[in-house]
């Protein structure tokens, strides 16, 4: 109860207090909807790791890193490997999206991550960011296809003409019941270990 009191008061206190007049009468959070953010837009809330405001930058090439080897993809360069496509529901049209591009796990093999899901590589997660900022986290046996069912691939194609509005680069997980995981503009992806 103190806590409050000394909340309200700071709040008044910077001049905010009608904030605390409009809040719900029994002071309980209110829930967002996850399943309408759509973070690749630019939208500026923080959410555990999220951009918080961060202008959104142009897309560059995808650097990806595993310990100190470190590669850069070019979409040039990512067109000239093998792509697998999948097809996926979008959350908010509800139609069926073919998304083109080159599986995750091609990518990490050539920089040394094994792709045999045991023992000490099943201690790894990838932090994957977008140019504006947004990262979110995979475990590697997410990703990798001898572990898990579901297809992680690095889209530069959808319904067969090259990404724009998401920018050149999208990651995708067919997994995912929603896209909350999925990443625009891709630029970074981190290989790192559980300590």
């Known amino acids: 109860m103190r806590m409050r009191v000394l909340g309200a008061a700071l709040l008044i206190g910077l001049g905010v207090g009608a904030a605390i007049a409009q809040a719900p ?36 090439p995808l650097k990806i890193t595993f310990g100190d080897k470190s590669a850069e993809w070019t979409t040039a360069a990512l067109a000239a490997l093998p792509h697998k496509t999948v097809t996926v529901i979008d959350a908010h049209s509800k139609a069926n999206q073919s998304y083109s591009g080159v599986p995750l796990m091609e990518l990490l093999t050539q920089l040394g991550v094994s792709d045999k ?19 979110t986290v995979y475990s590697l046996a997410e990703v990798n296809p001898n572990a898990h069912e579901g297809t992680v691939i690095v889209a530069d194609a959808l319904d067969g003409k090259p990404l724009q509005a998401a920018g050149p680069l999208e990651l ?16 970074a992806v981190r290989v790192l270990a559980v300590e």
Not at 125 to 132: F, I, M, Q, T
Request: no cysteine; proline share 8%.
């Open 25 to 60: 009468a029994q002071n309980q959070p209110q829930p967002m909807p996850m399943g309408d953010m759509d973070m690749g837009k630019g939208k500026t809330m923080d959410m555990g790791g999220m951009a918080m405001g961060k202008p959104a930058l142009p897309a560059g």
């Open 117 to 135: 899901p045991h023992g000490k590589f099943l201690r790894f997660y990838l932090v994957v960011e977008g140019s504006d900022g947004y990262k």
């Open 172 to 187: 995708i997980a067919t997994a995912d019941k929603v896209g909350s995981r999925w990443v625009r503009n891709l630029v």
